[in-house]
T-cell receptor, first 117, second 111 residues
Framework: GAVVSQHPSRVICKSGTSVKIECRSL??????MFWYRQFPKQSLMLMAT?????????EQGVEKDKFLINHASLTLSTLTVTSAHPEDSSFYIC?????????????FGPGTRLTVL | QQPVQSPQAVILREGEDAVINCSSS?????VHWYRQKHGEAPVFLMI???GGEQKGHEKISASFNEKKQQSSLYLTASQLSYSGTYFC????????????WGAGTKLIIKP
């Protein structure tokens, strides 16, 4: 099956620092990757849609300058949380869509737990 | 446009059945079902694309009604491993592959 990895799985950082989260599709090419954040006991909230080679499309209310997304290749997308603050603490999850697959099955990474002190 | 999931939570004894519903105010292109355990990423269960479709196996199956506005997930003879939060993700024709997620249904299975 299609595997998506995320790194790091957990990160604790000080307020004001930047954190980069990587999302990789390990055995398939993903033209489209999605970034979500999830607060405890809540649903997944789509932050942005990332297409390889083009600018990410951000959802309303998500600051593009704060959450920088780079989809440099068909297997890698990165999310950088710049100048992180405690309110950015959350569970960040990426998903990837298999290129050329007729349906829209998305494969999720294991998630990154970010804690900003 | 967020789909409405019901119930919010279910507590069952092992071996009992459950039904989780996901409703949309307008016709969908597809419905996805995922299960998420605490602290982990969602795990794919199935996708339904056609109106009137039924999918899955005897233990975990799902249906999509003819109008493509409602889907139900059926959990039969539940096992402890079925515990978790179930989410439906809905896709519209023009949504650029984006899924809009329901609020989730928390399922607790007791021995």
């Amino acid at each position: 099956g299609a595997v998506v990895s995320q790194h790091p799985s957990r990160v604790i950082c000080k307020s004001g620092t930047s954190v980069k989260i990587e999302c990789r599709s390990l055995d398939f090419q993903a033209t489209t990757m999605f970034w979500y954040r999830q607060f405890p006991k809540q649903s997944l909230m789509l932050m942005a849609t990332s297409n390889e080679g083009s600018k990410a499309t951000y959802e309303q209310g998500v600051e593009k300058d704060k959450f920088l997304i780079n989809h440099a290749s068909l297997t890698l997308s990165t999310l950088t949380v710049t100048s992180a603050h405690p309110e950015d603490s959350s569970f960040y999850i990426c998903s990837a869509r298999v290129m050329g697959q007729g349906n829209n099955e998305q494969f999720f990474g294991p998630g990154t737990r970010l804690t900003v002190l | 446009q967020q789909p409405v999931q019901s119930p919010q939570a279910v507590i069952l004894r092992e071996g009992e059945d459950a039904v989780i519903n996901c409703s949309s105010s307008k016709a969908l292109y597809s419905v996805h079902w995922y299960r998420q355990k605490h602290g982990e990423a969602p795990v794919f269960l199935m996708i339904l694309l056609k109106g009137g479709e039924q999918k899955g196996h005897e233990k975990i199956s799902a249906s999509f009604n003819e109008k493509k506005q409602q889907s139900s997930l059926y959990l039969t003879a539940s096992q402890l491993s079925y515990s978790g939060t179930y989410f439906c993700g809905t896709e519209f024709m023009d949504s650029n592959y984006q899924l809009i997620w329901g609020a989730g249904t928390k399922l607790i299975i007791k021995p």
